[in-house]
């Protein structure tokens, strides 16, 4: 990635899927959830040229193409407050990249068998770290 401070979300999101592509990590035909900010036939363009279904809500100027996608947003939200407040990500502690995703990989393992935990016990909350939390 070039780094430049002048980039825009749209080049720096292409970057980083190019990378990803380049790297195998991006498997042809997958669906990219994206919002507003992404409009634009370069972007759109792109997409296409890496195999990538891309899908963003609708801005009220073109021809409704995604319908309502406030549920799957919502619920990404919700998976991001998760993991920033509820399982502390944003301080991970960790200092090379391998550390950042083992404190990753270890709150999300943490947080999945809780999570499978308070099913068994049929606890009204089920994703509820409070009782755990010492």
Wanted: proline share 4%.
């Amino acid at each position: 990635m070039s780094g430049h401070p002048a980039l825009g979300e749209c080049e720096v999101a292409a970057e980083l899927l190019e990378h990803a592509r380049d790297h195998g990590l991006l498997a042809a035909g997958i669906v990219l959830i994206g919002d507003k900010g992404f409009a634009g036939k370069e972007f759109e363009q792109h997409t296409r040229n890496l195999e990538i279904s891309f899908v963003r809500p609708d801005r009220r100027d073109e021809t409704r193409r995604h319908g309502n996608l406030a549920p799957i947003r919502q619920r990404i939200e919700s998976i991001f407050d998760t993991l920033k407040g509820q399982l502390s990500l944003e301080q991970h502690g960790g200092r090379t990249p391998a550390g950042v995703y083992a404190r990753i990989a270890q709150r999300l393992a943490a947080l999945a068998a809780v999570t499978w935990h308070n099913w068994m016990i049929n606890t009204p909350n089920k994703r509820s770290l409070t009782p755990y939390d010492h």
